[in-house]
């Protein structure tokens, strides 16, 4: 048998030298695993699975090493490592150089073998997963744990269904049938269930087994074929069901020695056209046998109970068979090595199965009795006979049930005494256990395990007969030894001495020079009954004359060895080498001291001799066990006492320990849990340190570009400044050629009226029969001009109205532009300012006109003066008066408009002031027209207290003008000079409303102003 150490090696040959299994094992190699760190340990494999040419398989360890082994190319391969061990594998998927993995962690990877790279991670299982199923055409998989199978798809890896079932009914294993689209569940109340795969419709469930061979089912395996089902648990009979008549159609017993079965597999055969015939069965001693399903013939066997078989695997072809070990190897089995019966035509019903041939055992014993019955019929199977074979080894010629056979001594009776005093048969049961439950003092001897230990050895397979070979060894053997409890038996030491000062002074004096007692030279071998200085044959051979002989043949014994051993004590001259001598095996013949015991038995004196200082051999009582008191019971009782002091001082301990590590155990969480969120603020301070450089640069190139922007704005800024200051000079000479052509129209005007004056003078006396109805006309002209008059103020209010709208959205935008672009804020204030000096130099200059047009006027008035003599006292007075008026309205303006430049920053008093305005201008207005109206009725009505009132109103007006009329007409002059009142009533009534305008244009302009610093205040 070749063997194969994987190391640390990722690659290389499997064998070295061209396999030759052999007939008797049949195994090709051996494949272990060992590291070759400074503490060698093994790696123990835990799944194997072969892909579908049956000639690569796949293993993985329990520290997640996946290996590919080709035996087709003697090679191997580390593809992966998972750092976690896994618990299920599968390698037959559609594209073959995949493989699925299940891990501790519940989750199912898929590997690439060449890539040695991950294709995919499915996680949804909450438990560990034991079973992969793959589909026979590698599209779907099944993943199978304790509480959940689910179904996935290969071609995506997302999972299609989920099976979920009740807490109390586990999984066993859910599984493809080959070369169909059939899912088998298997529960573990014996329930199965065959599903359709792609709708999952429940197709049959199988009926119950008969209850006079009722087993758990624990293990399943089908045919390549589908037709079969083999299920087994613990028990030896294995139940055959026919899944196309949904029957159990066969029983089969396997030998006593198989208990439980742990594994079921087909051994496929390329001419049985997938009906598989050959199957192996795994038992609990660690034997995988293969048998025929039809002639219930052994076949062979795997595996011994030595070298025990964990799990295997069969190859899809049939060839090879892999095996992971119970010590953690691999095995690979040739199958054409082990047997040459696959395709022999079936036996008879009633055969033979011979067992494999055993050194001690002729053919006549390995052979097995198969007998045929009835069994009682399943569920709904009605005059249908269930074939039984059972299979019995003859237990005549069987040696292993004979080896630790009961002898005489024991009886039932004293396995119910154990029972009761243990609570089972010694399967668990431990021989110190038991001793300590004989007697109490056996639980503090320090020394018990050591002799208890050869017996133990060789009693592993009955616990009761060691029991009570120790129980015998004691009582006979031991005598007086717990009489010095807890001290080793100074008397039993004594004679040892004694015995040894007889016959051989020299030796004695030479442990008294060197100040070695019997407790170095004898107690030693004493406790240990010899075990540590003897060989396993030596022990048995010396127990063999000590077991047949008086009791003090022990101790005589212990005095040969040291005889038999003089030379070397002698040559030992410290403590530590005699300690040496006496714990380890010497050259020293087994035989020779047995002679010199012999010698000692009968050359010793009486009066020395041990014999006469113990009892002769005592055979342990039938039907209950001896008291043993042969020791100070108040010793006992206090080292009890002190033990059970100990061990309640020992509980308080550990609780106080308990605690104190569960606080320790929250301070290291808290320490942990402290440093993981210093941890996590670190990352996150080191992120917004890395964000801020990040903010700082995009800031950075923000503000470049920001800056490029501005000056991009800048120019085109200047570039607007240049166009409003072209277009604001345009428009400047524009005003100033409409105010030029203005002042010649009203030049023209002024003279044409002069000269209709001049002309209207000229008629008066022809006209003067006409007053009544000139007056007539006059007022209805009057009452058109009024209307229009007002018509024309609603419209210029209106333009007004808008201007200042348009003025105060583009001032809200330039104040929301402002708030964006704070930089350009005193840009935009400049200009705003500019404009608003602009406007009042318009202010100011259309004053100006209207000073003089008034001045024109003036002269006109002068010159009509000297054109009319006989008028030109009132006319004067009047002139006198209205120059007065007009000079004080411009004043007043001229005060007013410093004023409002004064309070630009006041709001509060110019909306008082805007509002005083408006109430003022409405009252006028109405005095206005109330005046023209009683004018118009009676002309020459005096309105000098009207105007004083109105002049005393007036003046608390802000920016507003009057032109107050005192002149009074003589009496003697009213008639002659009807036709001149009514010319100035004409007049006065044209310079009132032009006087109206210019005070709403002012108005308006200081409401502007007012407004204006407001907007920039917010």
């Known amino acids: 048998m070749q063997s194969t150490d994987l190391g640390n090696k990722e690659s290389g040959k499997i064998w070295h030298r061209k396999p030759s ?31 579908g040419t049956g000639d690569c398989l796949i293993a993985g360890d329990h520290q997640g090493n996946i290996y590919v082994f080709d035996l087709y190319g003697n090679r191997f391969n580390l593809v992966q490592r998972t750092a976690q061990a896994c618990t299920a594998l599968a390698f037959n998927l559609r594209r073959k150089s995949e493989f699925l993995v299940a891990l501790a962690d519940y989750s199912i990877k898929c590997f690439d073998t060449v890539t040695k790279e991950l294709v995919s991670w499915m996680r949804g299982h909450e438990s560990s997963v034991f079973s992969i199923s793959v589909h026979a055409s590698g599209k779907y ?14 071609d995506t890896f997302q999972r299609k269904r989920k099976l979920n079932i009740r807490q109390s009914v586990g999984i066993q294993k859910v599984f493809f049938l080959p070369l169909s689209n059939t899912i088998l569940s298997c529960f573990k109340d014996n329930s199965i269930f065959a599903w359709e795969c792609d709708t999952l419709f429940c197709k049959y469930q199988l009926p119950a087994p008969p209850e006079s061979s009722s087993i758990l089912y624990k293990v399943f395996a089908v045919t390549r074929d589908g037709r079969i089902l083999a299920a087994g648990g613990k028990s030896n009979h294995l139940h055959l069901w026919c899944l196309e008549t949904r029957q159990l159609f066969r029983i089969i017993q396997m030998p006593t020695k198989v208990r439980a079965i742990r594994h079921l597999e087909f051994l ?25 399903i039809q002639t219930c013939k052994l076949l062979f066997e795997i595996g011994s109970l030595d070298e025990g078989i964990s799990s295997s695997v069969i190859s899809p072809h049939g ?112 021989t110190l256990s038991a001793l300590a439950h004989w007697s109490v003092i056996f639980s503090d001897t320090p020394y018990l395990p050591l002799l208890a230990f050869p017996f133990v050895k060789l009693f592993q397979n009955n616990q009761l007969i060691c029991f009570e070979v120790i129980a015998t060894l004691i009582i006979n053997w031991c005598q007086h030894w717990f009489e010095y409890f807890p001290n080793p038996p100074i008397n039993i030491l004594s004679m040892i001495e004694n015995v040894l000062a007889f016959h051989d002074k020299e030796l004695l004096q030479h442990f008294i020079d060197h100040d070695i007692t019997s407790q170095l030279y004898a107690w030693p071998l004493l406790e240990t009954v010899f075990s540590e200085v003897l060989t396993r044959e030596e022990w048995l051979k010396l127990f063999d004359n000590i077991f047949s002989n008086h009791p003090s043949f022990l101790l005589m014994t212990v005095v040969a060895y040291n005889i038999c051993s003089r030379v070397p004590l002698l040559n030992c001259n410290l403590k530590d080498d005699f300690e040496f001598f006496f714990h380890h095996r010497n050259n020293l013949d087994i035989n020779v001291v047995i002679r010199q015991v012999y010698h000692l038995m009968e050359t010793t004196p009486t009066d020395i001799h041990p014999d006469s200082m113990l009892n002769v051999f005592v055979a342990l009582t039938k039907g209950q066990y001896p008291v043993f008191n042969q020791y100070p019971k108040f010793i006992v009782d206090y080292q009890t006492q002190e033990r059970e002091r100990i061990r309640n001082d020992e509980l308080d301990y550990l609780r106080e320990r308990q605690t104190v590590e569960d606080m320790q155990a929250e301070v290291d969480q808290q320490r942990v849990e402290d440093e993981a969120w210093y941890q996590k603020q670190e990352l996150l301070r080191k992120a917004e340190e890395t964000r801020r450089e990040m903010l700082l640069q995009e800031e950075e190139k923000i503000i470049q570009q920001r800056q490029r922007l501005a000056a991009v704005k800048r120019e085109l800024k200047v570039k607007e400044m240049h166009l409003q200051d072209a277009a604001r000079r345009r428009f400047l000479k524009l005003q100033q050629d409409q105010q030029e052509m203005e002042l010649r129209r009203l030049d023209d005007e002024i003279g044409r009226k002069v000269y209709m004056r001049d002309r209207e003078i000229a008629a008066t006396a022809r006209d003067l029969e006409m007053r009544q109805l000139e007056l007539e006309s006059q007022k209805r002209l009057y009452e058109k001009d009024l209307t229009e008059n007002q018509a024309a103020v609603a419209k210029e209010m209106r333009a007004d109205a808008d201007a200042y709208r348009r003025k105060v959205d583009l001032e809200e935008h330039m104040f929301h532009k402002l708030i964006e672009a704070g930089e350009t804020q005193s840009q935009k204030t400049q200009k705003v300012i500019k404009e608003n000096l602009a406007k009042a130099e318009q202010a100011c200059l259309n004053t100006d006109w209207q000073i003089q047009s008034l001045h024109k006027q003036k002269c006109d008035d002068l010159q009509r003066n000297k054109c009319y003599q006989e008028v030109a006292k009132l006319l004067r007075e009047n002139r006198r008066k209205e120059i007065e008026i007009l000079n004080a309205m411009v004043e007043q303006e001229a005060k007013k408009w410093k004023e409002a430049e004064g309070k630009e920053f006041c709001l509060r008093s110019a909306k008082k002031a805007s509002a005083l305005s408006d109430a003022s201008r409405k009252w006028f207005l109405k005095q206005e027209i109330n005046a023209a109206v009683e004018h118009a009725e009676n002309p020459c009505h005096k309105e000098e207290p009207r105007f004083q009132n109105e002049q005393e109103d007036s003046s608390c007006l802000p920016r507003t003008s009057h032109l107050n009329d005192s002149s009074e007409m003589h009496p003697s002059t009213q008639i002659s000079l009807n036709r001149r009142a009514v010319e100035w009533d004409t007049t006065e009534q044209n310079l009132i409303q032009k006087v109206r305008n210019l005070r709403q244009r002012l108005t308006a302009q200081a409401r502007h102003r007012c407004q204006t610093p407001h907007l920039l205040a917010a």
């Open 141 to 154: 998989a099944i993943t199978t744990s304790s509480d959940t199978a689910q179904l996935w798809d290969l």
């Open 319 to 430: 060839r090879y068979i892999a095996s992971i070990m119970e010590n953690g190897s691999l095995n690979i089995y040739s199958v054409q090595a082990l047997t040459q019966e696959i395709n022999k035509p079936p036996l008879p019903l009633v055969k033979v199965i011979e067992d494999l041939p055993k050194n001690k055992l002729s053919s006549s014993d390995l052979k097995m009795k198969v007998t045929s019955g009835r069994v009682q019929q399943p569920a709904k199977s009605r005059g249908s006979k269930i074939q039984t074979r059972i299979l019995k080894q003859d237990l005549t010629g069987d040696f292993e049930s004979k080896k630790n056979e009961l002898p005489d001594g024991l009886n039932k009776k004293c396995l119910q005494i154990l029972l009761k005093g243990y609570g089972e048969y010694p399967t668990k049961y431990r």
């Open 268 to 292: 496929p055969d390329s001419f049985d056209a997938g009906s598989n015939q050959v199957l192996g069965v795994l038992s609990q001693d660690g034997i995988m046998r293969f048998i025929n």
């Open 21 to 51: 299994p052999a007939t008797r094992d049949g195994i090709i190699v051996n494949i272990i695993h060992n590291t070759s760190d400074y503490h060698p340990k093994v790696l123990r494999f835990l799944n194997v699975a072969f892909d």
